[in-house]
């Protein structure tokens, strides 16, 4: 028995995939496969067909056929045994029955049926064994990709420590370079960083006796304790050391390089000093600080109409010294019924709920001080939950458009009367696309 090549094709003739065990060319075995369809008999019962010098042994697999093409001196019980054994495993490795799922599954076809025949001659094995032999299971492969894993997490790990060894160092050494830079930082470049922020006690904290918080100290008074401390010029650090605020060098040397080549480079002279500012601020200068911090979280639909309504908000306190925590904070709440406060569980309730009037249990008590984080200690809490959807601050509506193989989208936004807006954001969320929309017409400015 010689098999010459085991075929699946189709019903009209388009081979699908087909495995040569001995040697000829790819024109003799598209002329015999091609000749095949046209050999089927209607009506006939048997599964072969003999020529002059091959034999088809075949299987209908629903709306295909497996093929072995033998010679005519092999044993043709042998063929069928062989070709009911291929039978059993092409539904094993194929997706699906038709020319999809043969093509997707080719190769894997192919190794079983090599598994099955050598050289022509059929192997003694099972389907369970084939399945088995084409898994290639290898203890050895599997000992040998777990060694590579650990050098290659080792390598990782040494490469870590390698880079922090570096980055040790050049710490070390640029603090070599900028000896007593630490120690250079006195009191009087902070205090003249803040005495030239001149705050107003209008436009700053916005917890005064207008806004209803009861704390009448005011903010120019502390400004100018700082104006009124001893100047540190005489303990002044030599120049080049100590902090600086602002751009550095390498981004000075680069808006230099962009003038000479003749750009029009626009500075914010103002920068600097903002920058320097903010990062003053962010060390609270006063006794006591008040914070209270607002969030709203808002769910519209698409249609119209609104799924989730929700505000939630804190007050904190920050307190420097021990000797300024014996207060009490006076609150006036503004009326609105849907509105549920929550107070620290260490405040007075009854206190709070007689009187808006926000104190510790004991009296005798102070509150927490020192720089607790930039929120402080929380003392109250509060959040409103709503379905009016007038009470929304922001309104968007969305109509898009398709017009041939564009589409045009119109996003219109509306803010209520009730607040001025500010530093709003807008984020369109967009699919993958192979070009950035084009924007025609905007009020503002969009990237």
């Known amino acids: 028995m010689v098999v010459l090549a085991a075929s699946i094709v189709s019903k009209n003739g388009k081979v699908l995939v087909s495995r040569q065990f001995v040697d000829m060319s790819r024109i003799r075995i598209e002329g015999l496969l091609a000749a095949f369809p046209k050999l089927i008999g209607i009506g006939k019962q048997h599964t072969y067909i003999e020529t002059e010098n091959v034999r088809y042994v075949y299987q209908p697999i629903e ?28 539904p094993e490795y194929a997706m699906s029955l038709d020319e999809e799922g043969i093509c997707q599954t080719a190769f894997e076809l192919i190794f079983a049926f090599d598994e099955v025949i050598s050289l022509g001659h059929k192997e003694n094995v099972t389907v369970a064994q084939v399945k088995q032999y084409c898994e290639m299971e290898s203890h050895e492969e599997k000992l040998h990709k777990l060694l590579l894993q650990n050098k290659i997490d080792e390598t990782k790990r040494r490469m870590k420590e390698e880079a922090s060894k570096i980055d040790q160092m050049k710490i070390e050494k640029n603090r070599g370079n900028k000896g007593g830079f630490m ?26 006796s207008g806004s209803g918080f009861g704390l009448t100290n005011d903010i120019d008074s502390f400004a100018s304790k700082s104006k009124g401390r001893q100047p540190s010029s005489a303990t002044a650090p030599p120049k080049g050391l100590g902090m600086k605020l602002g751009k550095n060098q390498r981004a000075n040397q680069f ?11 626009v500075e914010d002279a103002q920068q600097s000093k903002l920058s320097s500012h903010i990062a003053a601020a962010h060390q609270p200068t006063d006794p ?42 006076q609150i006036e709440a503004g009326g609105n019924p849907g509105v549920i406060f929550k107070t620290h569980p260490n405040m007075n309730k009854e206190l709070f709920a007689n009187e808006n ?36 601050p922001l309104t968007i509506n969305c109509w898009p458009s398709v017009s041939g193989n564009e589409t045009f989208v119109s996003i219109e936004y509306e803010a209520s009367s009730m607040f001025d807006l500010r530093n709003v954001v807008i984020s369109v969320p967009l699919p993958a696309l192979r070009e950035p929309p084009s924007v025609r017409q905007i009020d503002g400015e969009w990237r």
């Open 63 to 90: 709306a295909l056929y497996l093929l072995l093409v033998t010679n005519k001196q092999s044993n043709i019980l042998d063929d069928l045994e062989t070709l009911r054994l291929l039978s059993k495993l092409v």
């Open 183 to 208: 120690s250079s930082m006195g009191s009087g470049r902070i205090e003249s960083s803040f005495s030239d922020m001149s705050i107003s006690s209008g436009g700053g904290g916005g917890f005064g």
């Open 255 to 265: 808006l230099e390089s962009l003038k000479a080549e003749g750009e029009m480079i």
């Open 288 to 329: 006591v600080t008040l914070t209270a911090e607002e969030k709203l979280n808002v769910t519209l639909k698409r249609d119209g109409g609104m799924s989730n309504f929700d505000v939630q908000g804190q007050l904190s306190l920050q307190i420097l010294n021990p000797e300024d925590g014996l207060i009490q904070v």
């Open 357 to 392: 009037i926000l104190g510790l249990r004991d009296p005798s008590r102070p509150f927490p001080t020192g720089q607790t984080g930039d929120a402080g200690v929380g003392l109250l809490k509060w959040r409103m939950q709503s379905a009016d959807e007038s009470m929304v």
